[in-house]
């Protein structure tokens, strides 16, 4: 049976509407495992690093102003194919057009801002999981 991993960020405006425990919620109760779990205050290096594909984008720097701008939830969660599950429940990454039932659908909206805030981030490949889950917790 092969497992994988994914690296699941909550993001500072699911830590400030204290919206850990539903990501976690949602997560388990979908079946998969949280296997790691951490509270930091991220900086711009370690963000510069973690988004780096994105880079030279409008969006980039109020991005990286955004997730410095309160504490993150990074956790790495295992299961079967849970780096695609994991964008699955979080859905697209607009969460006005975000379907209901997924929790960007259901948590979060357009707030007006040069950056989209939305809850949660999760790996989108193999590759990123290793890269970034490095990242926050180390080899
Ligand atoms: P995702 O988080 O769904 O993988 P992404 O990797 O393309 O999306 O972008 C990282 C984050 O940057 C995303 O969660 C929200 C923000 N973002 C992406 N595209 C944007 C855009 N066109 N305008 C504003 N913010 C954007
Ligand atoms: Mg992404």
């Not at 409008?58 to 990074?74: D, H, Q, R, T």
């Not at 979080?90 to 979060?108: C, E, H, N, W, Y």
């Not at 801002?113 to 180390?138: L, M, Y």
């Amino acid at each position: 049976m092969s497992s994988e991993k994914t690296l699941i960020l909550v993001k500072p405006d699911g830590v400030r509407r204290s919206l850990v425990g539903e990501v976690i919620s949602r997560i388990e109760r979908k079946g998969y495992t949280v296997t790691s779990l951490r509270m930091l205050q991220a900086d711009r290096a370690l963000l510069e690093r973690h988004y780096e594909e994105h880079k030279g984008k409008p969006f980039f720097e109020p991005l990286v102003e955004f997730m410095m701008s309160g504490p993150i939830v990074a956790m790495v969660a295992e299961g079967n194919r849970v780096i695609e599950g994991f964008r699955s429940l979080a859905g697209v990454t607009d969460p006005t057009v975000a379907a209901p039932g997924t929790i960007r659908g259901d948590l979060a909206r357009d707030q007006g801002t040069k950056v989209v805030q939305n809850i949660v981030h999760g790996s989108d490949s193999p590759e990123s999981a290793a890269r970034e889950i490095e990242i926050f917790f180390g080899k």
